[in-house]
């Protein structure tokens, strides 16, 4: 047996293992293998990480620095990931089953978000205000909140933690990422980023364990002023319950079940590629994955057809290979789950069209599962209301906008979508009738520190990336200041 590659948790500067010596073991999904040890904290080792960011925040070097000096280690580390993106995408792929060219590239592009933030690092600015008392200067400032817990799953790791981190530290905050338990290698390597940055200790913390107890003390802690989640409604309800402790501010990014919405007038190859990219990129473990796809009628048989020949063209394979073009899903149990709701869904009336199984050509033990495409009669079916985290897609028919907007719609989510078609005037309308916090039109899955992103409904509430990031991490202050030379007036004297 291949000797387990050991990491240690990075807390006030310094890699550590947990307090009690646990650790639990990481699976290559490619090969269903246990290839890494991760550090299992402890309730104590998530109040050291705390305390850190707390010491951190109040008295360490980053609480005097100045916007500018934040602004130049953010740019720095931007620019230090670039050259680590080779390092950080081989570990991400090797312990998410990703592919290699997307994790690697992934791994490139997010120092874009440290770059946009560290340009915004002294760009946050207060105001004066045009006040309706005599001899009174009253003025705002905005200022950082103090610790902030940022909670990240397996999926898109590097990304989802730049949306987060890279406002809250360009404001001034503190940080404690706590990492998924089904893929952590990446975020304990990413520790080796900031080091050589030259962040100061406490910073930025690292810890790794499970939702009770790491989670858990994590989002209720005394200390914790912001809590950016994203994940799972269940985990996301437990984040909210706890903040109760803490009276932190929340906000959640909690998947979806976006609908990629096809017209008769549409360029068909571009849609072709559009729905082949939004639910087989990444296995279909994406939260903006477009699971259902809603086709016109007149023209429903050529691109269903279409997208059944290309997805049986899909090279399944190890995401090392730059041959592959999909990858493992990441677990056992999301590989059971698919299985059992795939074959759920065809005994209530689901006609299966391409897939639904395990590739035979691939019995290495790893997760792998064909790219699925599913007809449905209806919404009813569970496919096609159920977020599957999978390359599991539901194909349902419309007649025209209305009965497009009313499918799409019709979902407890909203975080997503995608809409194909060559008339201008329809792309608008649909855009503002779609219930969703992102509007792909004849595109999808683009991304850019400079567009916000997140969802309506059971998609969470806030947004990342954009400007208002930054002023989401930072909290007003008004300043009054009395400008009169004369004593203040008796109190017990109203004119």
Same mark, same amino acid.
């Given at each position: 047996?291949?000797?387990?590659?050991?990491?240690? /948790?990075? $807390?006030?500067?310094?890699?550590?293992?947990?307090?009690?010596?646990?650790?639990?073991?990481?699976?290559?999904?490619?090969?269903?293998?246990?290839?890494?040890?991760?550090?299992?904290?402890?309730?104590?080792?998530?109040? #050291?990480?705390?305390?850190?960011?707390?010491?951190?925040? =109040? @008295?360490?070097? &980053?609480? =005097?620095?100045?916007?500018?000096?934040?602004?130049?280690? %953010?740019?720095?580390?931007?620019?230090?990931?670039?050259?680590?993106?080779?390092?950080?995408?081989?570990?991400?792929? #090797?312990?998410?089953?990703?592919?290699?060219?997307?994790?690697? &590239? !992934?791994?490139?592009?997010?120092?874009?978000? +440290?770059? +946009?933030?560290?340009?915004?690092?002294?760009?946050?600015?207060?105001?004066?205000?045009?006040?309706?008392?005599?001899?009174?200067?009253? /003025?705002?400032?905005?200022?950082?909140?103090?610790?902030?817990?940022?909670?990240?799953?397996?999926?898109?790791?590097?990304?989802?933690?730049?949306?987060?981190?890279?406002?809250?530290?360009?404001?001034?905050? =503190?940080?404690?990422?706590?990492?998924?338990?089904?893929?952590?290698?990446? /975020?304990?390597?990413?520790?080796?980023?900031?080091?050589?940055?030259?962040?100061?200790?406490?910073?930025?913390?690292?810890?790794?364990?499970?939702?009770?107890?790491?989670?858990?003390?994590?989002?209720?802690?005394?200390?914790?002023?912001?809590?950016?989640?994203?994940?799972?409604?269940? @985990?996301?309800?437990?984040? $909210?319950?706890?903040?109760?402790?803490?009276?932190?501010?929340?906000?959640?990014?909690?998947?979806?079940?976006?609908?990629?919405? *096809?017209?008769?007038?549409?360029?068909?190859?571009?849609?072709?590629?559009?729905?082949?990219?939004?639910?087989?990129?990444?296995?279909?473990?994406?939260?903006?994955?477009?699971?259902?796809?809603?086709?016109?009628?007149? $023209?429903?048989?050529?691109?269903?057809?279409?997208?059944?020949?290309?997805?049986?063209?899909?090279?399944?394979?190890?995401?090392?290979?730059?041959?592959?073009?999909?990858?493992?899903?990441?677990?056992?149990?999301?590989?059971?789950?698919?299985?059992?709701?795939?074959?759920?869904? %065809?005994?209530?009336?689901?006609?299966?069209?391409?897939?639904?199984?395990?590739?035979?050509?691939?019995?290495?033990?790893?997760? +792998?599962?064909?790219?699925?495409?599913?007809?449905?009669?209806? /919404?009813?079916?569970?496919?096609?209301?159920?977020?599957?985290?999978?390359?599991?897609?539901?194909?349902?028919?419309?007649?025209?906008? !209305?009965?497009? *907007?009313?499918?799409?719609?019709?979902?407890?989510?909203?975080?997503?979508?995608?809409?194909?078609?060559?008339?201008?005037?329809?792309?608008? #309308?649909?855009?503002?009738? *779609?219930?969703?916090?992102?509007? &792909?039109?004849?595109?999808?899955?683009?991304?850019?520190?400079?567009?916000?992103?997140?969802?309506?409904?059971?998609?969470?509430?806030?947004?990342?990336?954009?400007?208002?990031?930054?002023?989401?991490?930072?909290?007003?202050? =008004?300043? &009054?200041?009395?400008?009169?030379?004369?004593?203040?007036?008796?109190?017990?004297?109203?004119?």
């Amino acid at each position: 047996m291949t000797e387990l590659i050991k990491y240690q /948790m990075y $807390i006030d500067g310094q890699r550590v293992d947990a307090e009690d010596g646990k650790t639990f073991e990481s699976i290559n999904p490619a090969t269903g293998e246990s290839w890494a040890l991760i550090p299992e904290a402890s309730a104590a080792d998530v109040e #050291r990480a705390v305390e850190a960011a707390h010491r951190a925040f =109040t @008295s360490g070097p &980053w609480s =005097t620095m100045l916007p500018t000096q934040r602004g130049k280690l %953010l740019r720095r580390l931007g620019d230090i990931l670039t050259a680590h993106s080779e390092t950080l995408g081989e570990i991400e792929t #090797r312990d998410t089953g990703k592919l290699l060219k997307e994790t690697r &590239w !992934q791994a490139g592009y997010i120092s874009e978000y +440290y770059h +946009y933030y560290a340009g915004l690092a002294d760009k946050v600015q207060g105001a004066t205000l045009p006040i309706d008392k005599p001899n009174m200067f009253a /003025m705002t400032v905005r200022e950082p909140l103090g610790v902030v817990a940022a909670i990240v799953p397996w999926n898109s790791q590097l990304f989802l933690t730049a949306m987060k981190i890279a406002p809250a530290l360009a404001t001034g905050n =503190t940080v404690v990422l706590k990492a998924s338990e089904h893929a952590s290698a990446a /975020m304990l390597e990413f520790a080796k980023v900031f080091e050589e940055a030259g962040f100061p200790p406490g910073v930025v913390n690292i810890v790794t364990g499970f939702g009770d107890p790491c989670g858990k003390v994590l989002s209720s802690h005394r200390l914790v002023d912001r809590i950016s989640f994203t994940g799972g409604l269940e @985990s996301a309800r437990h984040i $909210i319950h706890n903040s109760a402790n803490n009276f932190a501010e929340v906000s959640t990014e909690l998947g979806g079940k976006s609908p990629m919405i *096809i017209f008769e007038d549409a360029d068909i190859n571009s849609a072709v590629n559009g729905i082949l990219l939004s639910i087989f990129s990444a296995s279909g473990q994406s939260c903006v994955a477009g699971s259902r796809l809603l086709i016109q009628d007149s $023209i429903y048989d050529e691109v269903l057809s279409r997208v059944a020949k290309r997805a049986s063209e899909i090279i399944i394979g190890c995401p090392l290979d730059d041959e592959s073009q999909m990858g493992p899903l990441a677990t056992r149990n999301q590989l059971a789950n698919i299985e059992a709701s795939v074959a759920k869904s %065809l005994a209530m009336g689901g006609k299966l069209v391409h897939g639904g199984r395990r590739p035979p050509h691939l019995d290495n033990g790893g997760l +792998y599962y064909e790219p699925t495409i599913i007809e449905c009669p209806s /919404m009813d079916v569970e496919v096609a209301n159920k977020e599957m985290f999978g390359p599991v897609v539901s194909v349902l028919r419309f007649r025209d906008e !209305q009965d497009a *907007i009313k499918i799409a719609n019709d979902t407890n989510f909203g975080l997503a979508s995608g809409v194909f078609t060559s008339d201008l005037g329809r792309g608008i #309308r649909m855009s503002k009738a *779609i219930r969703a916090g992102i509007v &792909w039109l004849n595109t999808y899955r683009t991304v850019s520190p400079m567009a916000p992103f997140g969802g309506y409904k059971d998609s969470g509430h806030g947004r990342e990336s954009g400007l208002q990031a930054i002023y989401d991490y930072t909290r007003e202050k =008004t300043i &009054w200041i009395n400008t009169s030379v004369e004593p203040i007036d008796d109190p017990f004297r109203m004119q």
